[in-house]
Every structure is written in C-alpha cells, then in structure tokens.
C-alpha cells in the first residue's frame, strides 16, 4: 500500500480517489502565517476515541492509513513529536523511503523534513533509530540543562527557561524558515498546541475498532472549552474513515 491505496472520497465531492491523489497540491508553506509555520497534525483514533493500543498508536490504523502519515510526511518543512510519542513509538528517519525524499525535492523541499522534538526535562530515548541515521536534522526545544550524548543525527538542542514555550519555539522556527509544520503528536503536545492558538489543520483517521480501556485520547490535559473545526474532506477505504478538519478562526 502505497500513494496508490484507493480511498472513497464522501466529502466534499463525491467519488474515488488515491491518497497520493488526494494530497497532490497540498501546499501548506504556501499558508504559512508570518510569525509561525502553517501547523497540522495526524492522528489515528479508534471508534471510542483511543489513540493508543497496548501503549502505541501502531495497531489502530490500517495500511492505507500508513500510507496516508507517509504521503503527509512528504509536504511540510518539518515534523515536530513530543518526547512521550518519541519515548512510546520509537522513531527512526521519517521519510525513509529514497523515492518519497526525491519527491519532496521535486516539490522544492529539503530531502528529510526537520525533525522538531519537545521535552521540558530531555527525557530522550537517544538509543531510538532517529538518532543512528545520520541523516536530517534534528531540533529539541527543552527547558533541561542537560546534554545531548554523541549521536549520528545531527541535533541542536534550544534552552528555554522554566518550560518550553511554544509560540515562541514555532517561531523561532518559522525565523529560520520552516512554513509548514507536520505535528504527529503526542496528546499531550497536541493539546499544548491546541490551547496555544497554534493549529490550523487536523487529519483524523478513526479507524472501525474498539480499544476500550483507558489509553488517551486526540488530546490530553486540554482545558475545557468549545472549539469550532470545518469538515474538509472525508474518506473511506473498508470502514477507515479519513477526515481533514480546519480550525474555525
Ligand atoms: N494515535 C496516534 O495517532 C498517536 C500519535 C502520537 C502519539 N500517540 C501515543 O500517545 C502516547 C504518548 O502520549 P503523550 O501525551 O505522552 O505524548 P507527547 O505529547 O508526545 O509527549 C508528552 C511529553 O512531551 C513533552 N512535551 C509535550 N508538550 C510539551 C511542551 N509544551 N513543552 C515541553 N515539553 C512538552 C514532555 O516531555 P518530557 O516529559 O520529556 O519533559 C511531555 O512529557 C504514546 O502511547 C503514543 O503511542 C498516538
């Protein structure tokens, strides 16, 4: 399963599509506010609203919505996730495939997003496979003091005082000219964004299962307080439902 997978497109118009074809001439950089990147986010949820299975996100989703977090890997400037999704899933080199770089070239971007990682304490799994690629930059925002060990990746470690702020943090990424910004979680960072102001587009895919118990939900610890979001697209491939919702300003 790959850009080809076949998706039934319900909303807005509908009719059959591809992920890769759903995606072409998705340009977010071109939406790039001033003073941070265009930001959206991915998540995978089950029927009872569960982002995680035993722990991780790996066995909600299906292959075709693999192959919809690969296409969404291959637009924005950077992915950002933070240390609790790291520590859980273990990250390696986010476009792995060489054909999926090329295309980020074709489109006038670097060949390896700009790894963006967040951490109050950096708390890092440095033996995750992100860190032995040696390939792409990473960035870690933190409030901690500590160190980064001697790591194949190249990582630049930014200090902020106390607690890691965000607005500031996407800005200064934005000052080094990120535009676009792939946000894949965790709830907790995703929730810190959300109460921020700071993103402009969700992809949920809700996957037809359910997880019971108690794993967390598309956010954690957000305060309560109604936030309106558009329906632009809804997609179906066998019960998998792929949404992509736009905060209401
Ligand atoms: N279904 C999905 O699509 C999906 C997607 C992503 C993750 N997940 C699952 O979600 C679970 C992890 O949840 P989580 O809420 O712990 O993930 P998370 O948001 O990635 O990580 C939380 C940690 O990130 C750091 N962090 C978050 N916001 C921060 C901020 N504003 N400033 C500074 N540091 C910040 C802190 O790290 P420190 O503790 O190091 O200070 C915090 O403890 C995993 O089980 C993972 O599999 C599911």
Do not use: Q
């Amino acid at each position: 399963m790959g850009p080809e997978s076949p998706l039934r497109r319900l909303l807005p118009e509908p009719g059959g599509t591809t992920v890769g074809e759903l995606l072409e001439g998705y340009e977010p950089e071109r939406r790039a506010p001033e003073r941070r990147p265009f930001v959206y986010t991915n998540f995978a949820l089950t029927v009872d609203g569960h982002a995680t299975i035993d722990g991780r996100s790996g066995a909600i989703g299906s292959d075709t919505d693999t192959a919809m977090l690969v296409a969404l890997r291959t637009h924005p400037d950077a992915v950002m996730i933070g240390a609790g999704t790291l520590r859980a899933e273990g990250y390696g080199r986010v476009v792995a495939d060489p054909a999926k770089r090329e295309l980020r070239e074709r489109r006038g971007l670097s060949p390896d997003p700009l790894m963006v990682l967040v951490s109050n304490r950096l708390e890092i799994p440095w033996d995750a496979p992100l860190f032995a690629a040696g390939a792409g930059d990473v960035v870690i925002f933190t409030a901690s003091e500590s160190e980064a060990p001697d790591v194949a990746t190249p990582v630049e470690i930014v200090r902020h005082r106390d607690r890691v702020d965000l607005v500031a943090a996407l800005e200064e990424l934005r000052g080094r000219g990120v535009r676009s910004l792939l946000c894949e979680g965790g709830p907790t960072l995703h929730a810190e964004l959300i109460a921020a102001g700071l993103v402009d587009e969700l992809f949920v895919t809700r996957s037809p299962r359910l997880a019971g118990g108690t794993g967390p939900g598309l956010v954690t610890g957000l305060e309560a307080h109604t936030r309106d979001l558009e329906l632009l697209w809804l997609c179906e491939s066998e019960g998998e439902l792929y949404a992509r919702y736009g905060f209401r300003r």
